[in-house]
């Protein structure tokens, strides 16, 4: 591709076309950039996958957006998808503990109690006296970080940790809530943990600031068609203002040119710019940076990815009852295969207004670790589902399909001192102007902490930019010239 001269923005290029990627095109389109998105795979949206079942349309990928922050539900509505937010029809969830399917208790924060009412069935008596222990006990230090199931326990017992703790981080992270961090993972937490003796206290203080907020709207929203169908809404939004979009162009490389901006190398392209926001995961990230910024190359091959699968099954609906609610988590501690059910059909109004005669549902597997369960065959993955669900809920009907998808290394793991990790990663880019890094690795994991990193990754370049502008002799030539080789 040759570059253009035409235009008065920067040219950028962003590397990878995941939602950070998308959300970056977005925004750099916003402050008058000229856009070229490079993505290795042949379709656009990574971890958001929009597909279909038995004629159902479906998620294969993420299925819900935090709307307690801005980010995704406001990019869904600038990108004309207003009208197709949902909120769950149900956000009545369960807990599959102790033997049986249990409502999750009311008021918690990542499953961190601010009483012990509540929580009856779920923990035993020994767990629910253990909570009460933390009013009196002597202050628990959390230092730089802490992993947060070890603070928990401390504060509170491991009951709580290994029932509601785990299952609800394991449903973000696929991780282990002993290696967690709680500063990059629960950032309020960690606060409320430094602010106070009584963790309960402290959960409780943050639960009275979202109510004085207002926060009393949908926590959880989705999309009608799919959360995997925002990615496709972003792409031709951003398309349709000039960016160009290309699949199927891995990038194999990033030179700074100290009197020109960047080159991208992908394969036989090189493409200039004058800057560059990395879109892609740790591993891909590393190798792009490894000529140009090492030590920030050294620090993302460290960071770690769990790999898991989600087994979508569809069944007639005259032959699937099933409980009531949105579906269920699986704590770890009570050795089941599936880590969690969403009742697809049941969680989202448009599933179940699309399809009448289905019901369309999803089992997840795989954690942090866990290496043995993805191993096996999709017929496999769809028969341990099918036993546990059985089990769970007494669904014993055959599926009339099963979808398996596999996310290989799908999310990024947030062990104690990644705050600090990812810290070195951007004091190690610093002096690289016009480079910027974003996505699940860095900030947060979910959809709208991917959008807020890129929102970020772009005004950090647009400030490397202009600095560039005003102490360079020819800023024309230097920021708008776009002579591609
Ligand atoms: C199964 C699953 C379910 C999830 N459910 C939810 C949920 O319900 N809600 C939620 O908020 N979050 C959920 N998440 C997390 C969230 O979906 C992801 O963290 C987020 O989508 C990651 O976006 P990203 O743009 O950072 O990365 P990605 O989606 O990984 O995108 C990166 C892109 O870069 C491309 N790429 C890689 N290397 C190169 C290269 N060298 N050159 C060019 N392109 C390259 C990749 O092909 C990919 O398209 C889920 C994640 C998984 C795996």
């Known amino acids: 591709m040759s570059g253009s001269h035409a235009g008065d923005g920067a040219r950028v290029v962003v590397v990878g076309a995941g939602i950070a990627g998308l959300a970056a095109a977005h925004r750099l389109l916003e402050r008058g950039a000229r856009v070229t998105v490079l993505e290795a795979s042949d379709r656009v949206g990574g ?25 995704a539900v406001g990019l869904a509505r600038e990108v004309g998808l207003a009208g197709r937010l949902q909120p769950p029809a149900t956000a009545s969830a369960a807990l599959w503990t102790r033997g049986a399917l249990r409502p999750m208790p009311k008021g ?11 929580l009856a069935g779920v923990l035993s008596d020994e767990g629910l006296a253990r909570i009460e222990r933390d009013a ?86 989705g999309i009608a068609g799919g959360v995997g169908t925002l990615p496709l809404a972003v792409a031709e939004s951003v398309r349709a203002r000039g960016a160009e979009i290309l699949t199927g162009t891995p990038v194999t490389g990033l030179r700074r040119d100290p009197e020109d901006g960047w080159r991208v190398v992908a394969g036989e392209r090189v493409l200039r710019a004058d800057a560059v926001v990395v879109a892609v995961p740790a591993p891909a990230a590393a190798a792009l940076l490894r000529a140009e910024a090492p030590g920030a190359a050294a620090e993302l091959s460290g960071v770690e990815y769990a790999s898991m699968a989600l087994i979508t099954l569809a069944y007639r609906r005259a032959e699937a009852a099933l409980p009531e609610g949105s579906g269920f988590l699986v704590p770890p501690v009570d050795g ?10 049941r969680k989202w109004g448009w599933i179940d207004e699309e399809n009448p005669d289905l ?21 496999d993955l769809v028969e341990v589902s099918r036993h546990d669900l059985r089990a769970a809920t007494g669904l014993t009907a055959a599926p009339v399909a099963s979808r398996v998808t596999r996310w290989q290394d799908g999310l990024p793991q947030y062990p104690v001192g990644h705050h600090a990790r990812v810290t070195r990663v951007r004091a190690h880019l610093a002096g690289l102007a016009g480079l910027a890094v974003c996505g699940a690795a860095y900030d947060g994991v979910g959809v709208p902490a991917c959008i807020a990193s890129a929102y970020a990754a772009v005004d950090q370049i647009h400030g490397d930019l202009h600095g560039v502008q005003e102490l360079t002799a020819n800023p024309v030539q230097s920021l708008h010239g776009g002579a591609g080789e």
């Open 136 to 221: 009196g006990l002597p202050r628990t230090e959390v230092g730089d970080d802490v992993a947060i199931g070890e603070y928990v326990a401390a504060r509170l017992g491991r009951e709580v940790v290994d029932r509601l703790v785990e299952p609800l981080l394991g449903g973000v992270y696929a991780g282990d809530a002993y290696r967690i961090s709680m500063r990059a993972a629960v950032p309020q937490l960690f606060e409320a943990a430094r602010t106070h003796t009584s963790l309960t206290e402290g959960v409780r203080e943050i639960q009275a600031r979202a109510a004085a907020a207002g926060q009393t709207g949908p926590v959880f929203m």
């Open 108 to 118: 918690h924060v990542m499953g961190v109690p601010g009483t012990s009412a509540a």
């Open 336 to 345: 089941r295969t599936i880590k969690a059910s969403t009742f697809a059909s």
């Open 359 to 379: 019901v369309v549902l999803r089992t997840s597997v795989g954690r942090h670790g866990e290496t043995e369960i993805l191993g096996r065959d999709d017929a």
């Open 47 to 71: 971890k958001l996958l929009p597909g279909e079942i038995a004629g159902a349309r479906v998620d294969l990928g993420a299925e819900s957006l935090l709307a307690r922050r801005p980010e």
